[in-house]
């Protein structure tokens, strides 16, 4: 099962509650998604725009491992990443990267609360509600 927690005090959030905002116990404001790894993040866009893909999903690969962390998730980032590295595995045809990075997902749904498809796609549904 994945959970976040308080960079501060260690609580555990909640289902429902924002891992972005202040944490229930403490009140700290928590960081933003992905304000951890903005020199990597351009790091990426380097590379991308230097042509060179494979690279680039190299780098991806790396923070996806991290924002899907069990206890340090960062998902929305997690979810942008993917979006990255798939972008760049259609455009690079890194079929072997595209199948690592596919794998490392069913991973994630197979851990996520006992590997509970339905569950796996609430959270889904409910972190896209609160994109929007
Ligand atoms: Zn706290």
Not at 4 to 26: A, H, K, R
Not at 30 to 59: C, D, F, H, M, Y
Request: glycine share 8%.
């Amino acid at each position: 099962m994945y959970t976040v927690q308080c960079i501060d005090c260690s609580y555990i959030f909640g289902d429902s509650e924002d891992e972005f905002g202040l944490c229930t116990e403490c009140g700290k404001q928590q960081p933003a998604s992905g304000s951890w790894a903005t020199e990597e993040t351009a790091r990426i866009e380097n590379l991308e725009s230097e042509g060179k893909p494979a690279e680039a999903v190299a780098v991806a690969m790396e923070l996806l491992y991290m924002a899907t962390d069990v206890e340090y998730g960062d998902w929305s980032f997690a979810h942008r990443l993917a979006e990255t590295i798939r972008r760049l595995c259609d455009a690079g045809g890194l079929s072997k990267e595209s199948r690592e990075h596919e794998l490392h997902w069913k991973l994630i749904e197979a851990n996520q609360m006992g590997g509970d498809q339905e569950r796996t796609e609430a959270y889904e549904r409910w972190r896209k509600s609160r994109e929007g």
